[in-house]
Each structure stands twice: as structure tokens, then as C-alpha cells.
């Protein structure tokens, strides 16, 4: 080939940063995150649990904004994986199963309570299009700081409901689980605690193969 074909090849092949789909993303990520209300200091169970929480950092956020880095971002993007799997889960395993009750959503917005229905939508007429809405956590600290989040489910067995917490793991993470983290005990107890239930189930979900382990919780948090 002459040097004049390779340079247009090479013209064809490279991507521009403008066009780039990565550096579109990276922006909106970035853009999404710095603008999330901070008007009131809102925690996460998750985040408070987290053994890496710090209260300082979170006074920071509040008096600087958000700040989302390259390092915040790989995690968000990180985050996000999980938000995909627990969705598998929820809709195509538990809801159908049976097991999972709460909330069902259908795309035209109507919305009933308990199993997962498997009758056509009374209000657009189709069928198989219901989404699990996670149960809302809120519980006011004061009238500035506030615990919220949702949890990952409420899930039914011999007729007693169980909160349900999913975190998804690398595989090779997910092979070294022999039991769970305390953190994640800690947020399901929080969890267990504003819903006011006394029982809970930890799920590990590998993002290799999609197999799963799990423990169960009894709540040690006094009801708020």
C-alpha cells in the first residue's frame, strides 16, 4: 500500500474527540451529577454504611457542590451495571416467580399493588410491559438532613415479607464470598428499619454468569 491510502485509512479508522461517543457520555455524566440537589443534606443508606463514609466530605459537597472526576465517574458507570442487573432481576426473575411484591408499574403509568400481574393492563390493554417500582426509604433526621434511597425489593415467603438488598460483584469477587460484608449489613438493617420489618435477605449476584448467593438478615436497628 502507498503512504497516501494508509493515511486515508488511518483518517477513516481514528475518531475525533467531538465525535467521540465516550467523551459525549463522560460529559453528561458529569453535567447529570453536578446538577443533583444538594439544597438538603441527603443521605444514602448505602453511603452511611459504606466504611468509607465521611461526614467531612459530605459537608464539602454541600458547601462546593457536587465534583464528579475521572474516578467518580468510572464508579457511577460501575453503579450503573448494577441499576441493570437488579432490574434483570427484579422483572425477569422474581416479579414472574412470584416472589417479589410491591408496586407494578405499567409504560402507560398504570400502576397496581402486589404480585406481578400476568393480565393485560387494564388501561392501555397490553400485556408483559409492568415494572417493578422499588419501595421509597425516607426518614427525616431534621428539617435539613434526610435518609433516602429506595430499597432493592420486598420479597414474600410462607407469608411473611422479607426486605430484599442485591449487590452485584465481580466474578472473581463473587467466588471469595463466605459471608456478607458487615456494611451491607448495616444497610439492610436501615433499610429494615424505615420499612419496619424484622427480616431481610442479602442477595450476591456475580456479573459473570449471573449466579447468585445469599444470607439471610435479622434486623439488630431499633424501628424509626
Same mark, same amino acid.
Given at each position: 500500500m502507498n503512504k497516501?491510502?494508509? $493515511? +486515508?485509512?488511518? *483518517?477513516?479508522?481514528?475518531?475525533?474527540?467531538?465525535?467521540?461517543?465516550?467523551?459525549? !457520555?463522560?460529559? #453528561?455524566?458529569?453535567?447529570?451529577?453536578?446538577?443533583?440537589?444538594?439544597?438538603?443534606?441527603?443521605? #444514602?443508606?448505602?453511603q452511611i454504611a459504606s466504611k468509607y463514609f465521611c461526614i467531612n466530605k459530605e !459537608?464539602?459537597?454541600?458547601?462546593? @457542590? $457536587?465534583r464528579v472526576d475521572k474516578k467518580e465517574q468510572s464508579l457511577i458507570r460501575i453503579f450503573d451495571i448494577g441499576i441493570v442487573l437488579h432490574a434483570l432481576w427484579q422483572? %425477569? #426473575?422474581? @416479579?414472574?416467580?412470584?416472589?417479589?411484591?410491591?408496586?407494578w408499574q405499567c409504560v402507560c403509568g398504570f400502576t397496581t399493588y402486589g404480585w406481578m400481574p400476568r393480565d393485560i393492563c387494564p388501561t392501555c390493554g397490553k400485556k408483559d410491559l409492568f415494572k417493578y417500582s422499588e419501595p421509597r426509604l425516607m426518614y427525616h433526621l431534621d428539617e435539613n438532613n434526610v435518609i433516602s434511597g429506595y430499597a432493592d425489593g420486598?420479597?414474600?415467603? %410462607?407469608?411473611?415479607?422479607?426486605?430484599?438488598?442485591?449487590?452485584?460483584?465481580? +466474578?472473581?469477587?463473587?467466588?471469595?464470598?463466605?459471608?456478607?460484608?458487615?456494611?451491607?449489613?448495616? *444497610?439492610?438493617?436501615?433499610?429494615? @428499619?424505615?420499612?419496619?420489618? !424484622?427480616? @431481610?435477605k442479602l442477595l450476591y449476584i456475580s456479573k459473570q454468569d449471573n449466579l447468585i448467593k445469599e444470607f439471610d438478615i435479622l434486623v439488630f436497628i431499633v424501628k424509626v
Open positions: 497516501q491510502l494508509i $493515511n +486515508g485509512i488511518r *483518517q477513516l479508522v481514528s475518531v475525533s474527540e467531538h465525535d467521540s461517543i465516550d467523551s459525549i !457520555v463522560s460529559q #453528561y455524566i458529569e453535567q447529570h451529577y453536578c446538577e443533583a440537589d444538594i439544597t438538603k443534606t441527603q443521605f #444514602y443508606p448505602s !459537608v464539602l459537597r454541600r458547601i462546593l @457542590g $457536587n422483572n %425477569r #426473575y422474581l @416479579g414472574p416467580a412470584r416472589l417479589l411484591v410491591g408496586d420486598i420479597i414474600m415467603l %410462607r407469608d411473611e415479607k422479607i426486605v430484599l438488598e442485591m449487590k452485584t460483584v465481580s +466474578g472473581s469477587a463473587f467466588l471469595k464470598i463466605k459471608k456478607p460484608e458487615t456494611w451491607h449489613i448495616i *444497610q439492610l438493617n436501615i433499610a429494615m @428499619g424505615i420499612l419496619h420489618l !424484622v427480616k @431481610g
